[in-house]
């Protein structure tokens, strides 16, 4: 790679800040077509004029958030009122999530969105967790997550969270670096108490926040440190439009804030997959470095920790990190996950035995997720794929 190019590559990324058998289906899922979002992908007209409860509550679901935004679910509808979700074996992280745990926390936030949607539509929601019995922590198995019915109920209270579902996202640009107030602190554990099996920590003191922006960093330096690692992210990150529309995943410029002639310029005259997979460095080099401004540009952060590690543990921590994103958002706040340190591949091992040991977290207890909070504008929603392709026939 000559310098101009390399230079061209960095001049882009200081700019950006950039943030790491349709045939077949029922004539019910045919006849979404016409309304099936596109241009919003999803995010301002869910299915809300459809009659099928099933879809209408789904195409809230996959709203939810979910690693990499890979959106790694299979629907398999069961019943007039009754479905399944399984996670998509084709839609894993093998390098930066080798044993699927981010992936099972993914299902829980799906499951969280789709019933707070139903309380909106006047139905409750009964999930039955892993109806074929539950799985190891080092395999994935072809069995449920879950088993949903839907159950009409006029007199069900709708939950306050509902009117956040189409405004909730992770927010990956720089924040205010303003703390969160006493009382904003007080609230979120006091929300986080009606939780069942989570323990959610919040730190802002100056010197958590220094340590916080070096175990980060040094976190994202250790991943992109693996060519496989490397090019897990990189494959999904959107360079251009063209493949937001293509491929309707992932995340892009957009997701850090950058929009209008900026990004129209940097996605067709500067940024390249091609250039970019063919040698990485530069690009890691300053995702690495963005991560740095982003935990700078943040003064409190937070943890969910819970004492067991199951598969269960896992979607159900889901589910309680879905609706602190969702409180977060109703308080005002901006929201985004940076768990890189908290991965199980070897190499992070000893930096997250570091982190634990620092904030005096139990060795024997899981971090599901580790997060950021803070004041930002917001910013584009990431695109979701078309939610027949979900639905297994």
Not at 309 to 329: A, P, W
Request: with cysteine; aromatic share 8%.
């Amino acid at each position: 790679m000559n310098n101009d190019t390399l230079l061209s590559r960095r001049k882009f990324i200081n700019i950006a800040g950039l943030s790491l058998g349709a045939a077949t289906l029922s004539s019910t899922i045919i006849g979404c077509d016409a309304v099936e979002p596109t241009l919003d992908y999803g995010w301002k007209t869910p299915f809300t004029e459809i009659k099928d409860i099933r879809l209408r509550l789904l195409s809230y679901a996959i709203l939810s958030p979910n690693p990499h935004n890979k959106q790694p679910w299979n629907i398999q509808l069961t019943g007039e009122n009754s479905f399944e979700l399984y996670v998509d074996p084709s839609r894993l992280l093998p390098a930066t999530d080798p044993y699927y745990r981010q992936i099972h926390i993914g299902q829980g936030t799906f499951l969280e969105t789709l019933v707070i949607a139903a309380t909106g539509f006047g139905y409750h929601a009964d999930i039955k967790y892993l109806p074929q019995g539950e799985y190891g922590n080092n395999e994935l198995k072809n069995k449920p997550i879950a088993s949903i019915t839907l159950d009409k109920n006029p007199k069900i209270k709708v939950d306050p969270l509902f009117d956040h579902l189409l405004t909730r996202q992770s927010n990956k640009s720089d924040y205010l670096n303003r703390p969160l107030s006493q009382l904003q602190l007080n609230e979120l554990h006091s929300f986080n108490k009606l939780n069942k099996l989570s323990n959610l920590t919040l730190v802002n003191s100056p010197k958590d926040k220094l340590k916080l922006e070096q175990v980060l960093t040094d976190a994202m330096r250790i991943e992109v440190g693996d060519l496989k690692r490397e090019h897990e992210t990189i494959s999904m990150f959107r360079f251009n439009q063209e493949e937001v529309n293509k491929y309707r995943d992932g995340f892009g410029l957009a997701q850090s804030g950058v929009t209008g002639f900026k990004k129209i310029l940097l996605e067709n005259l500067i940024l390249s997959r091609e250039s970019v997979e063919k040698d990485p460095t530069s690009f890691s080099q300053e995702a690495v470095n963005i991560v740095h401004k982003s935990a700078v540009s943040t003064a409190t952060f937070a943890w969910l920790t819970t004492t067991h590690n199951t598969r269960l543990d896992q979607v159900k921590v889901g589910r309680e990190y879905c609706r602190i994103n969702l409180k977060t958002t109703a308080m005002g706040l901006s929201q985004h996950p940076m768990s890189q340190v908290l991965q199980e591949y070897s190499d992070v091992l000893p930096l997250q035995k570091d982190f634990k040991e620092f904030f005096n977290i139990k060795k024997s207890d899981t971090v599901q997720m580790l997060f950021r909070l803070g004041e930002a504008s917001p910013v584009e929603h990431s695109p979701r794929r078309l939610l027949q392709s979900m639905i297994r026939v």
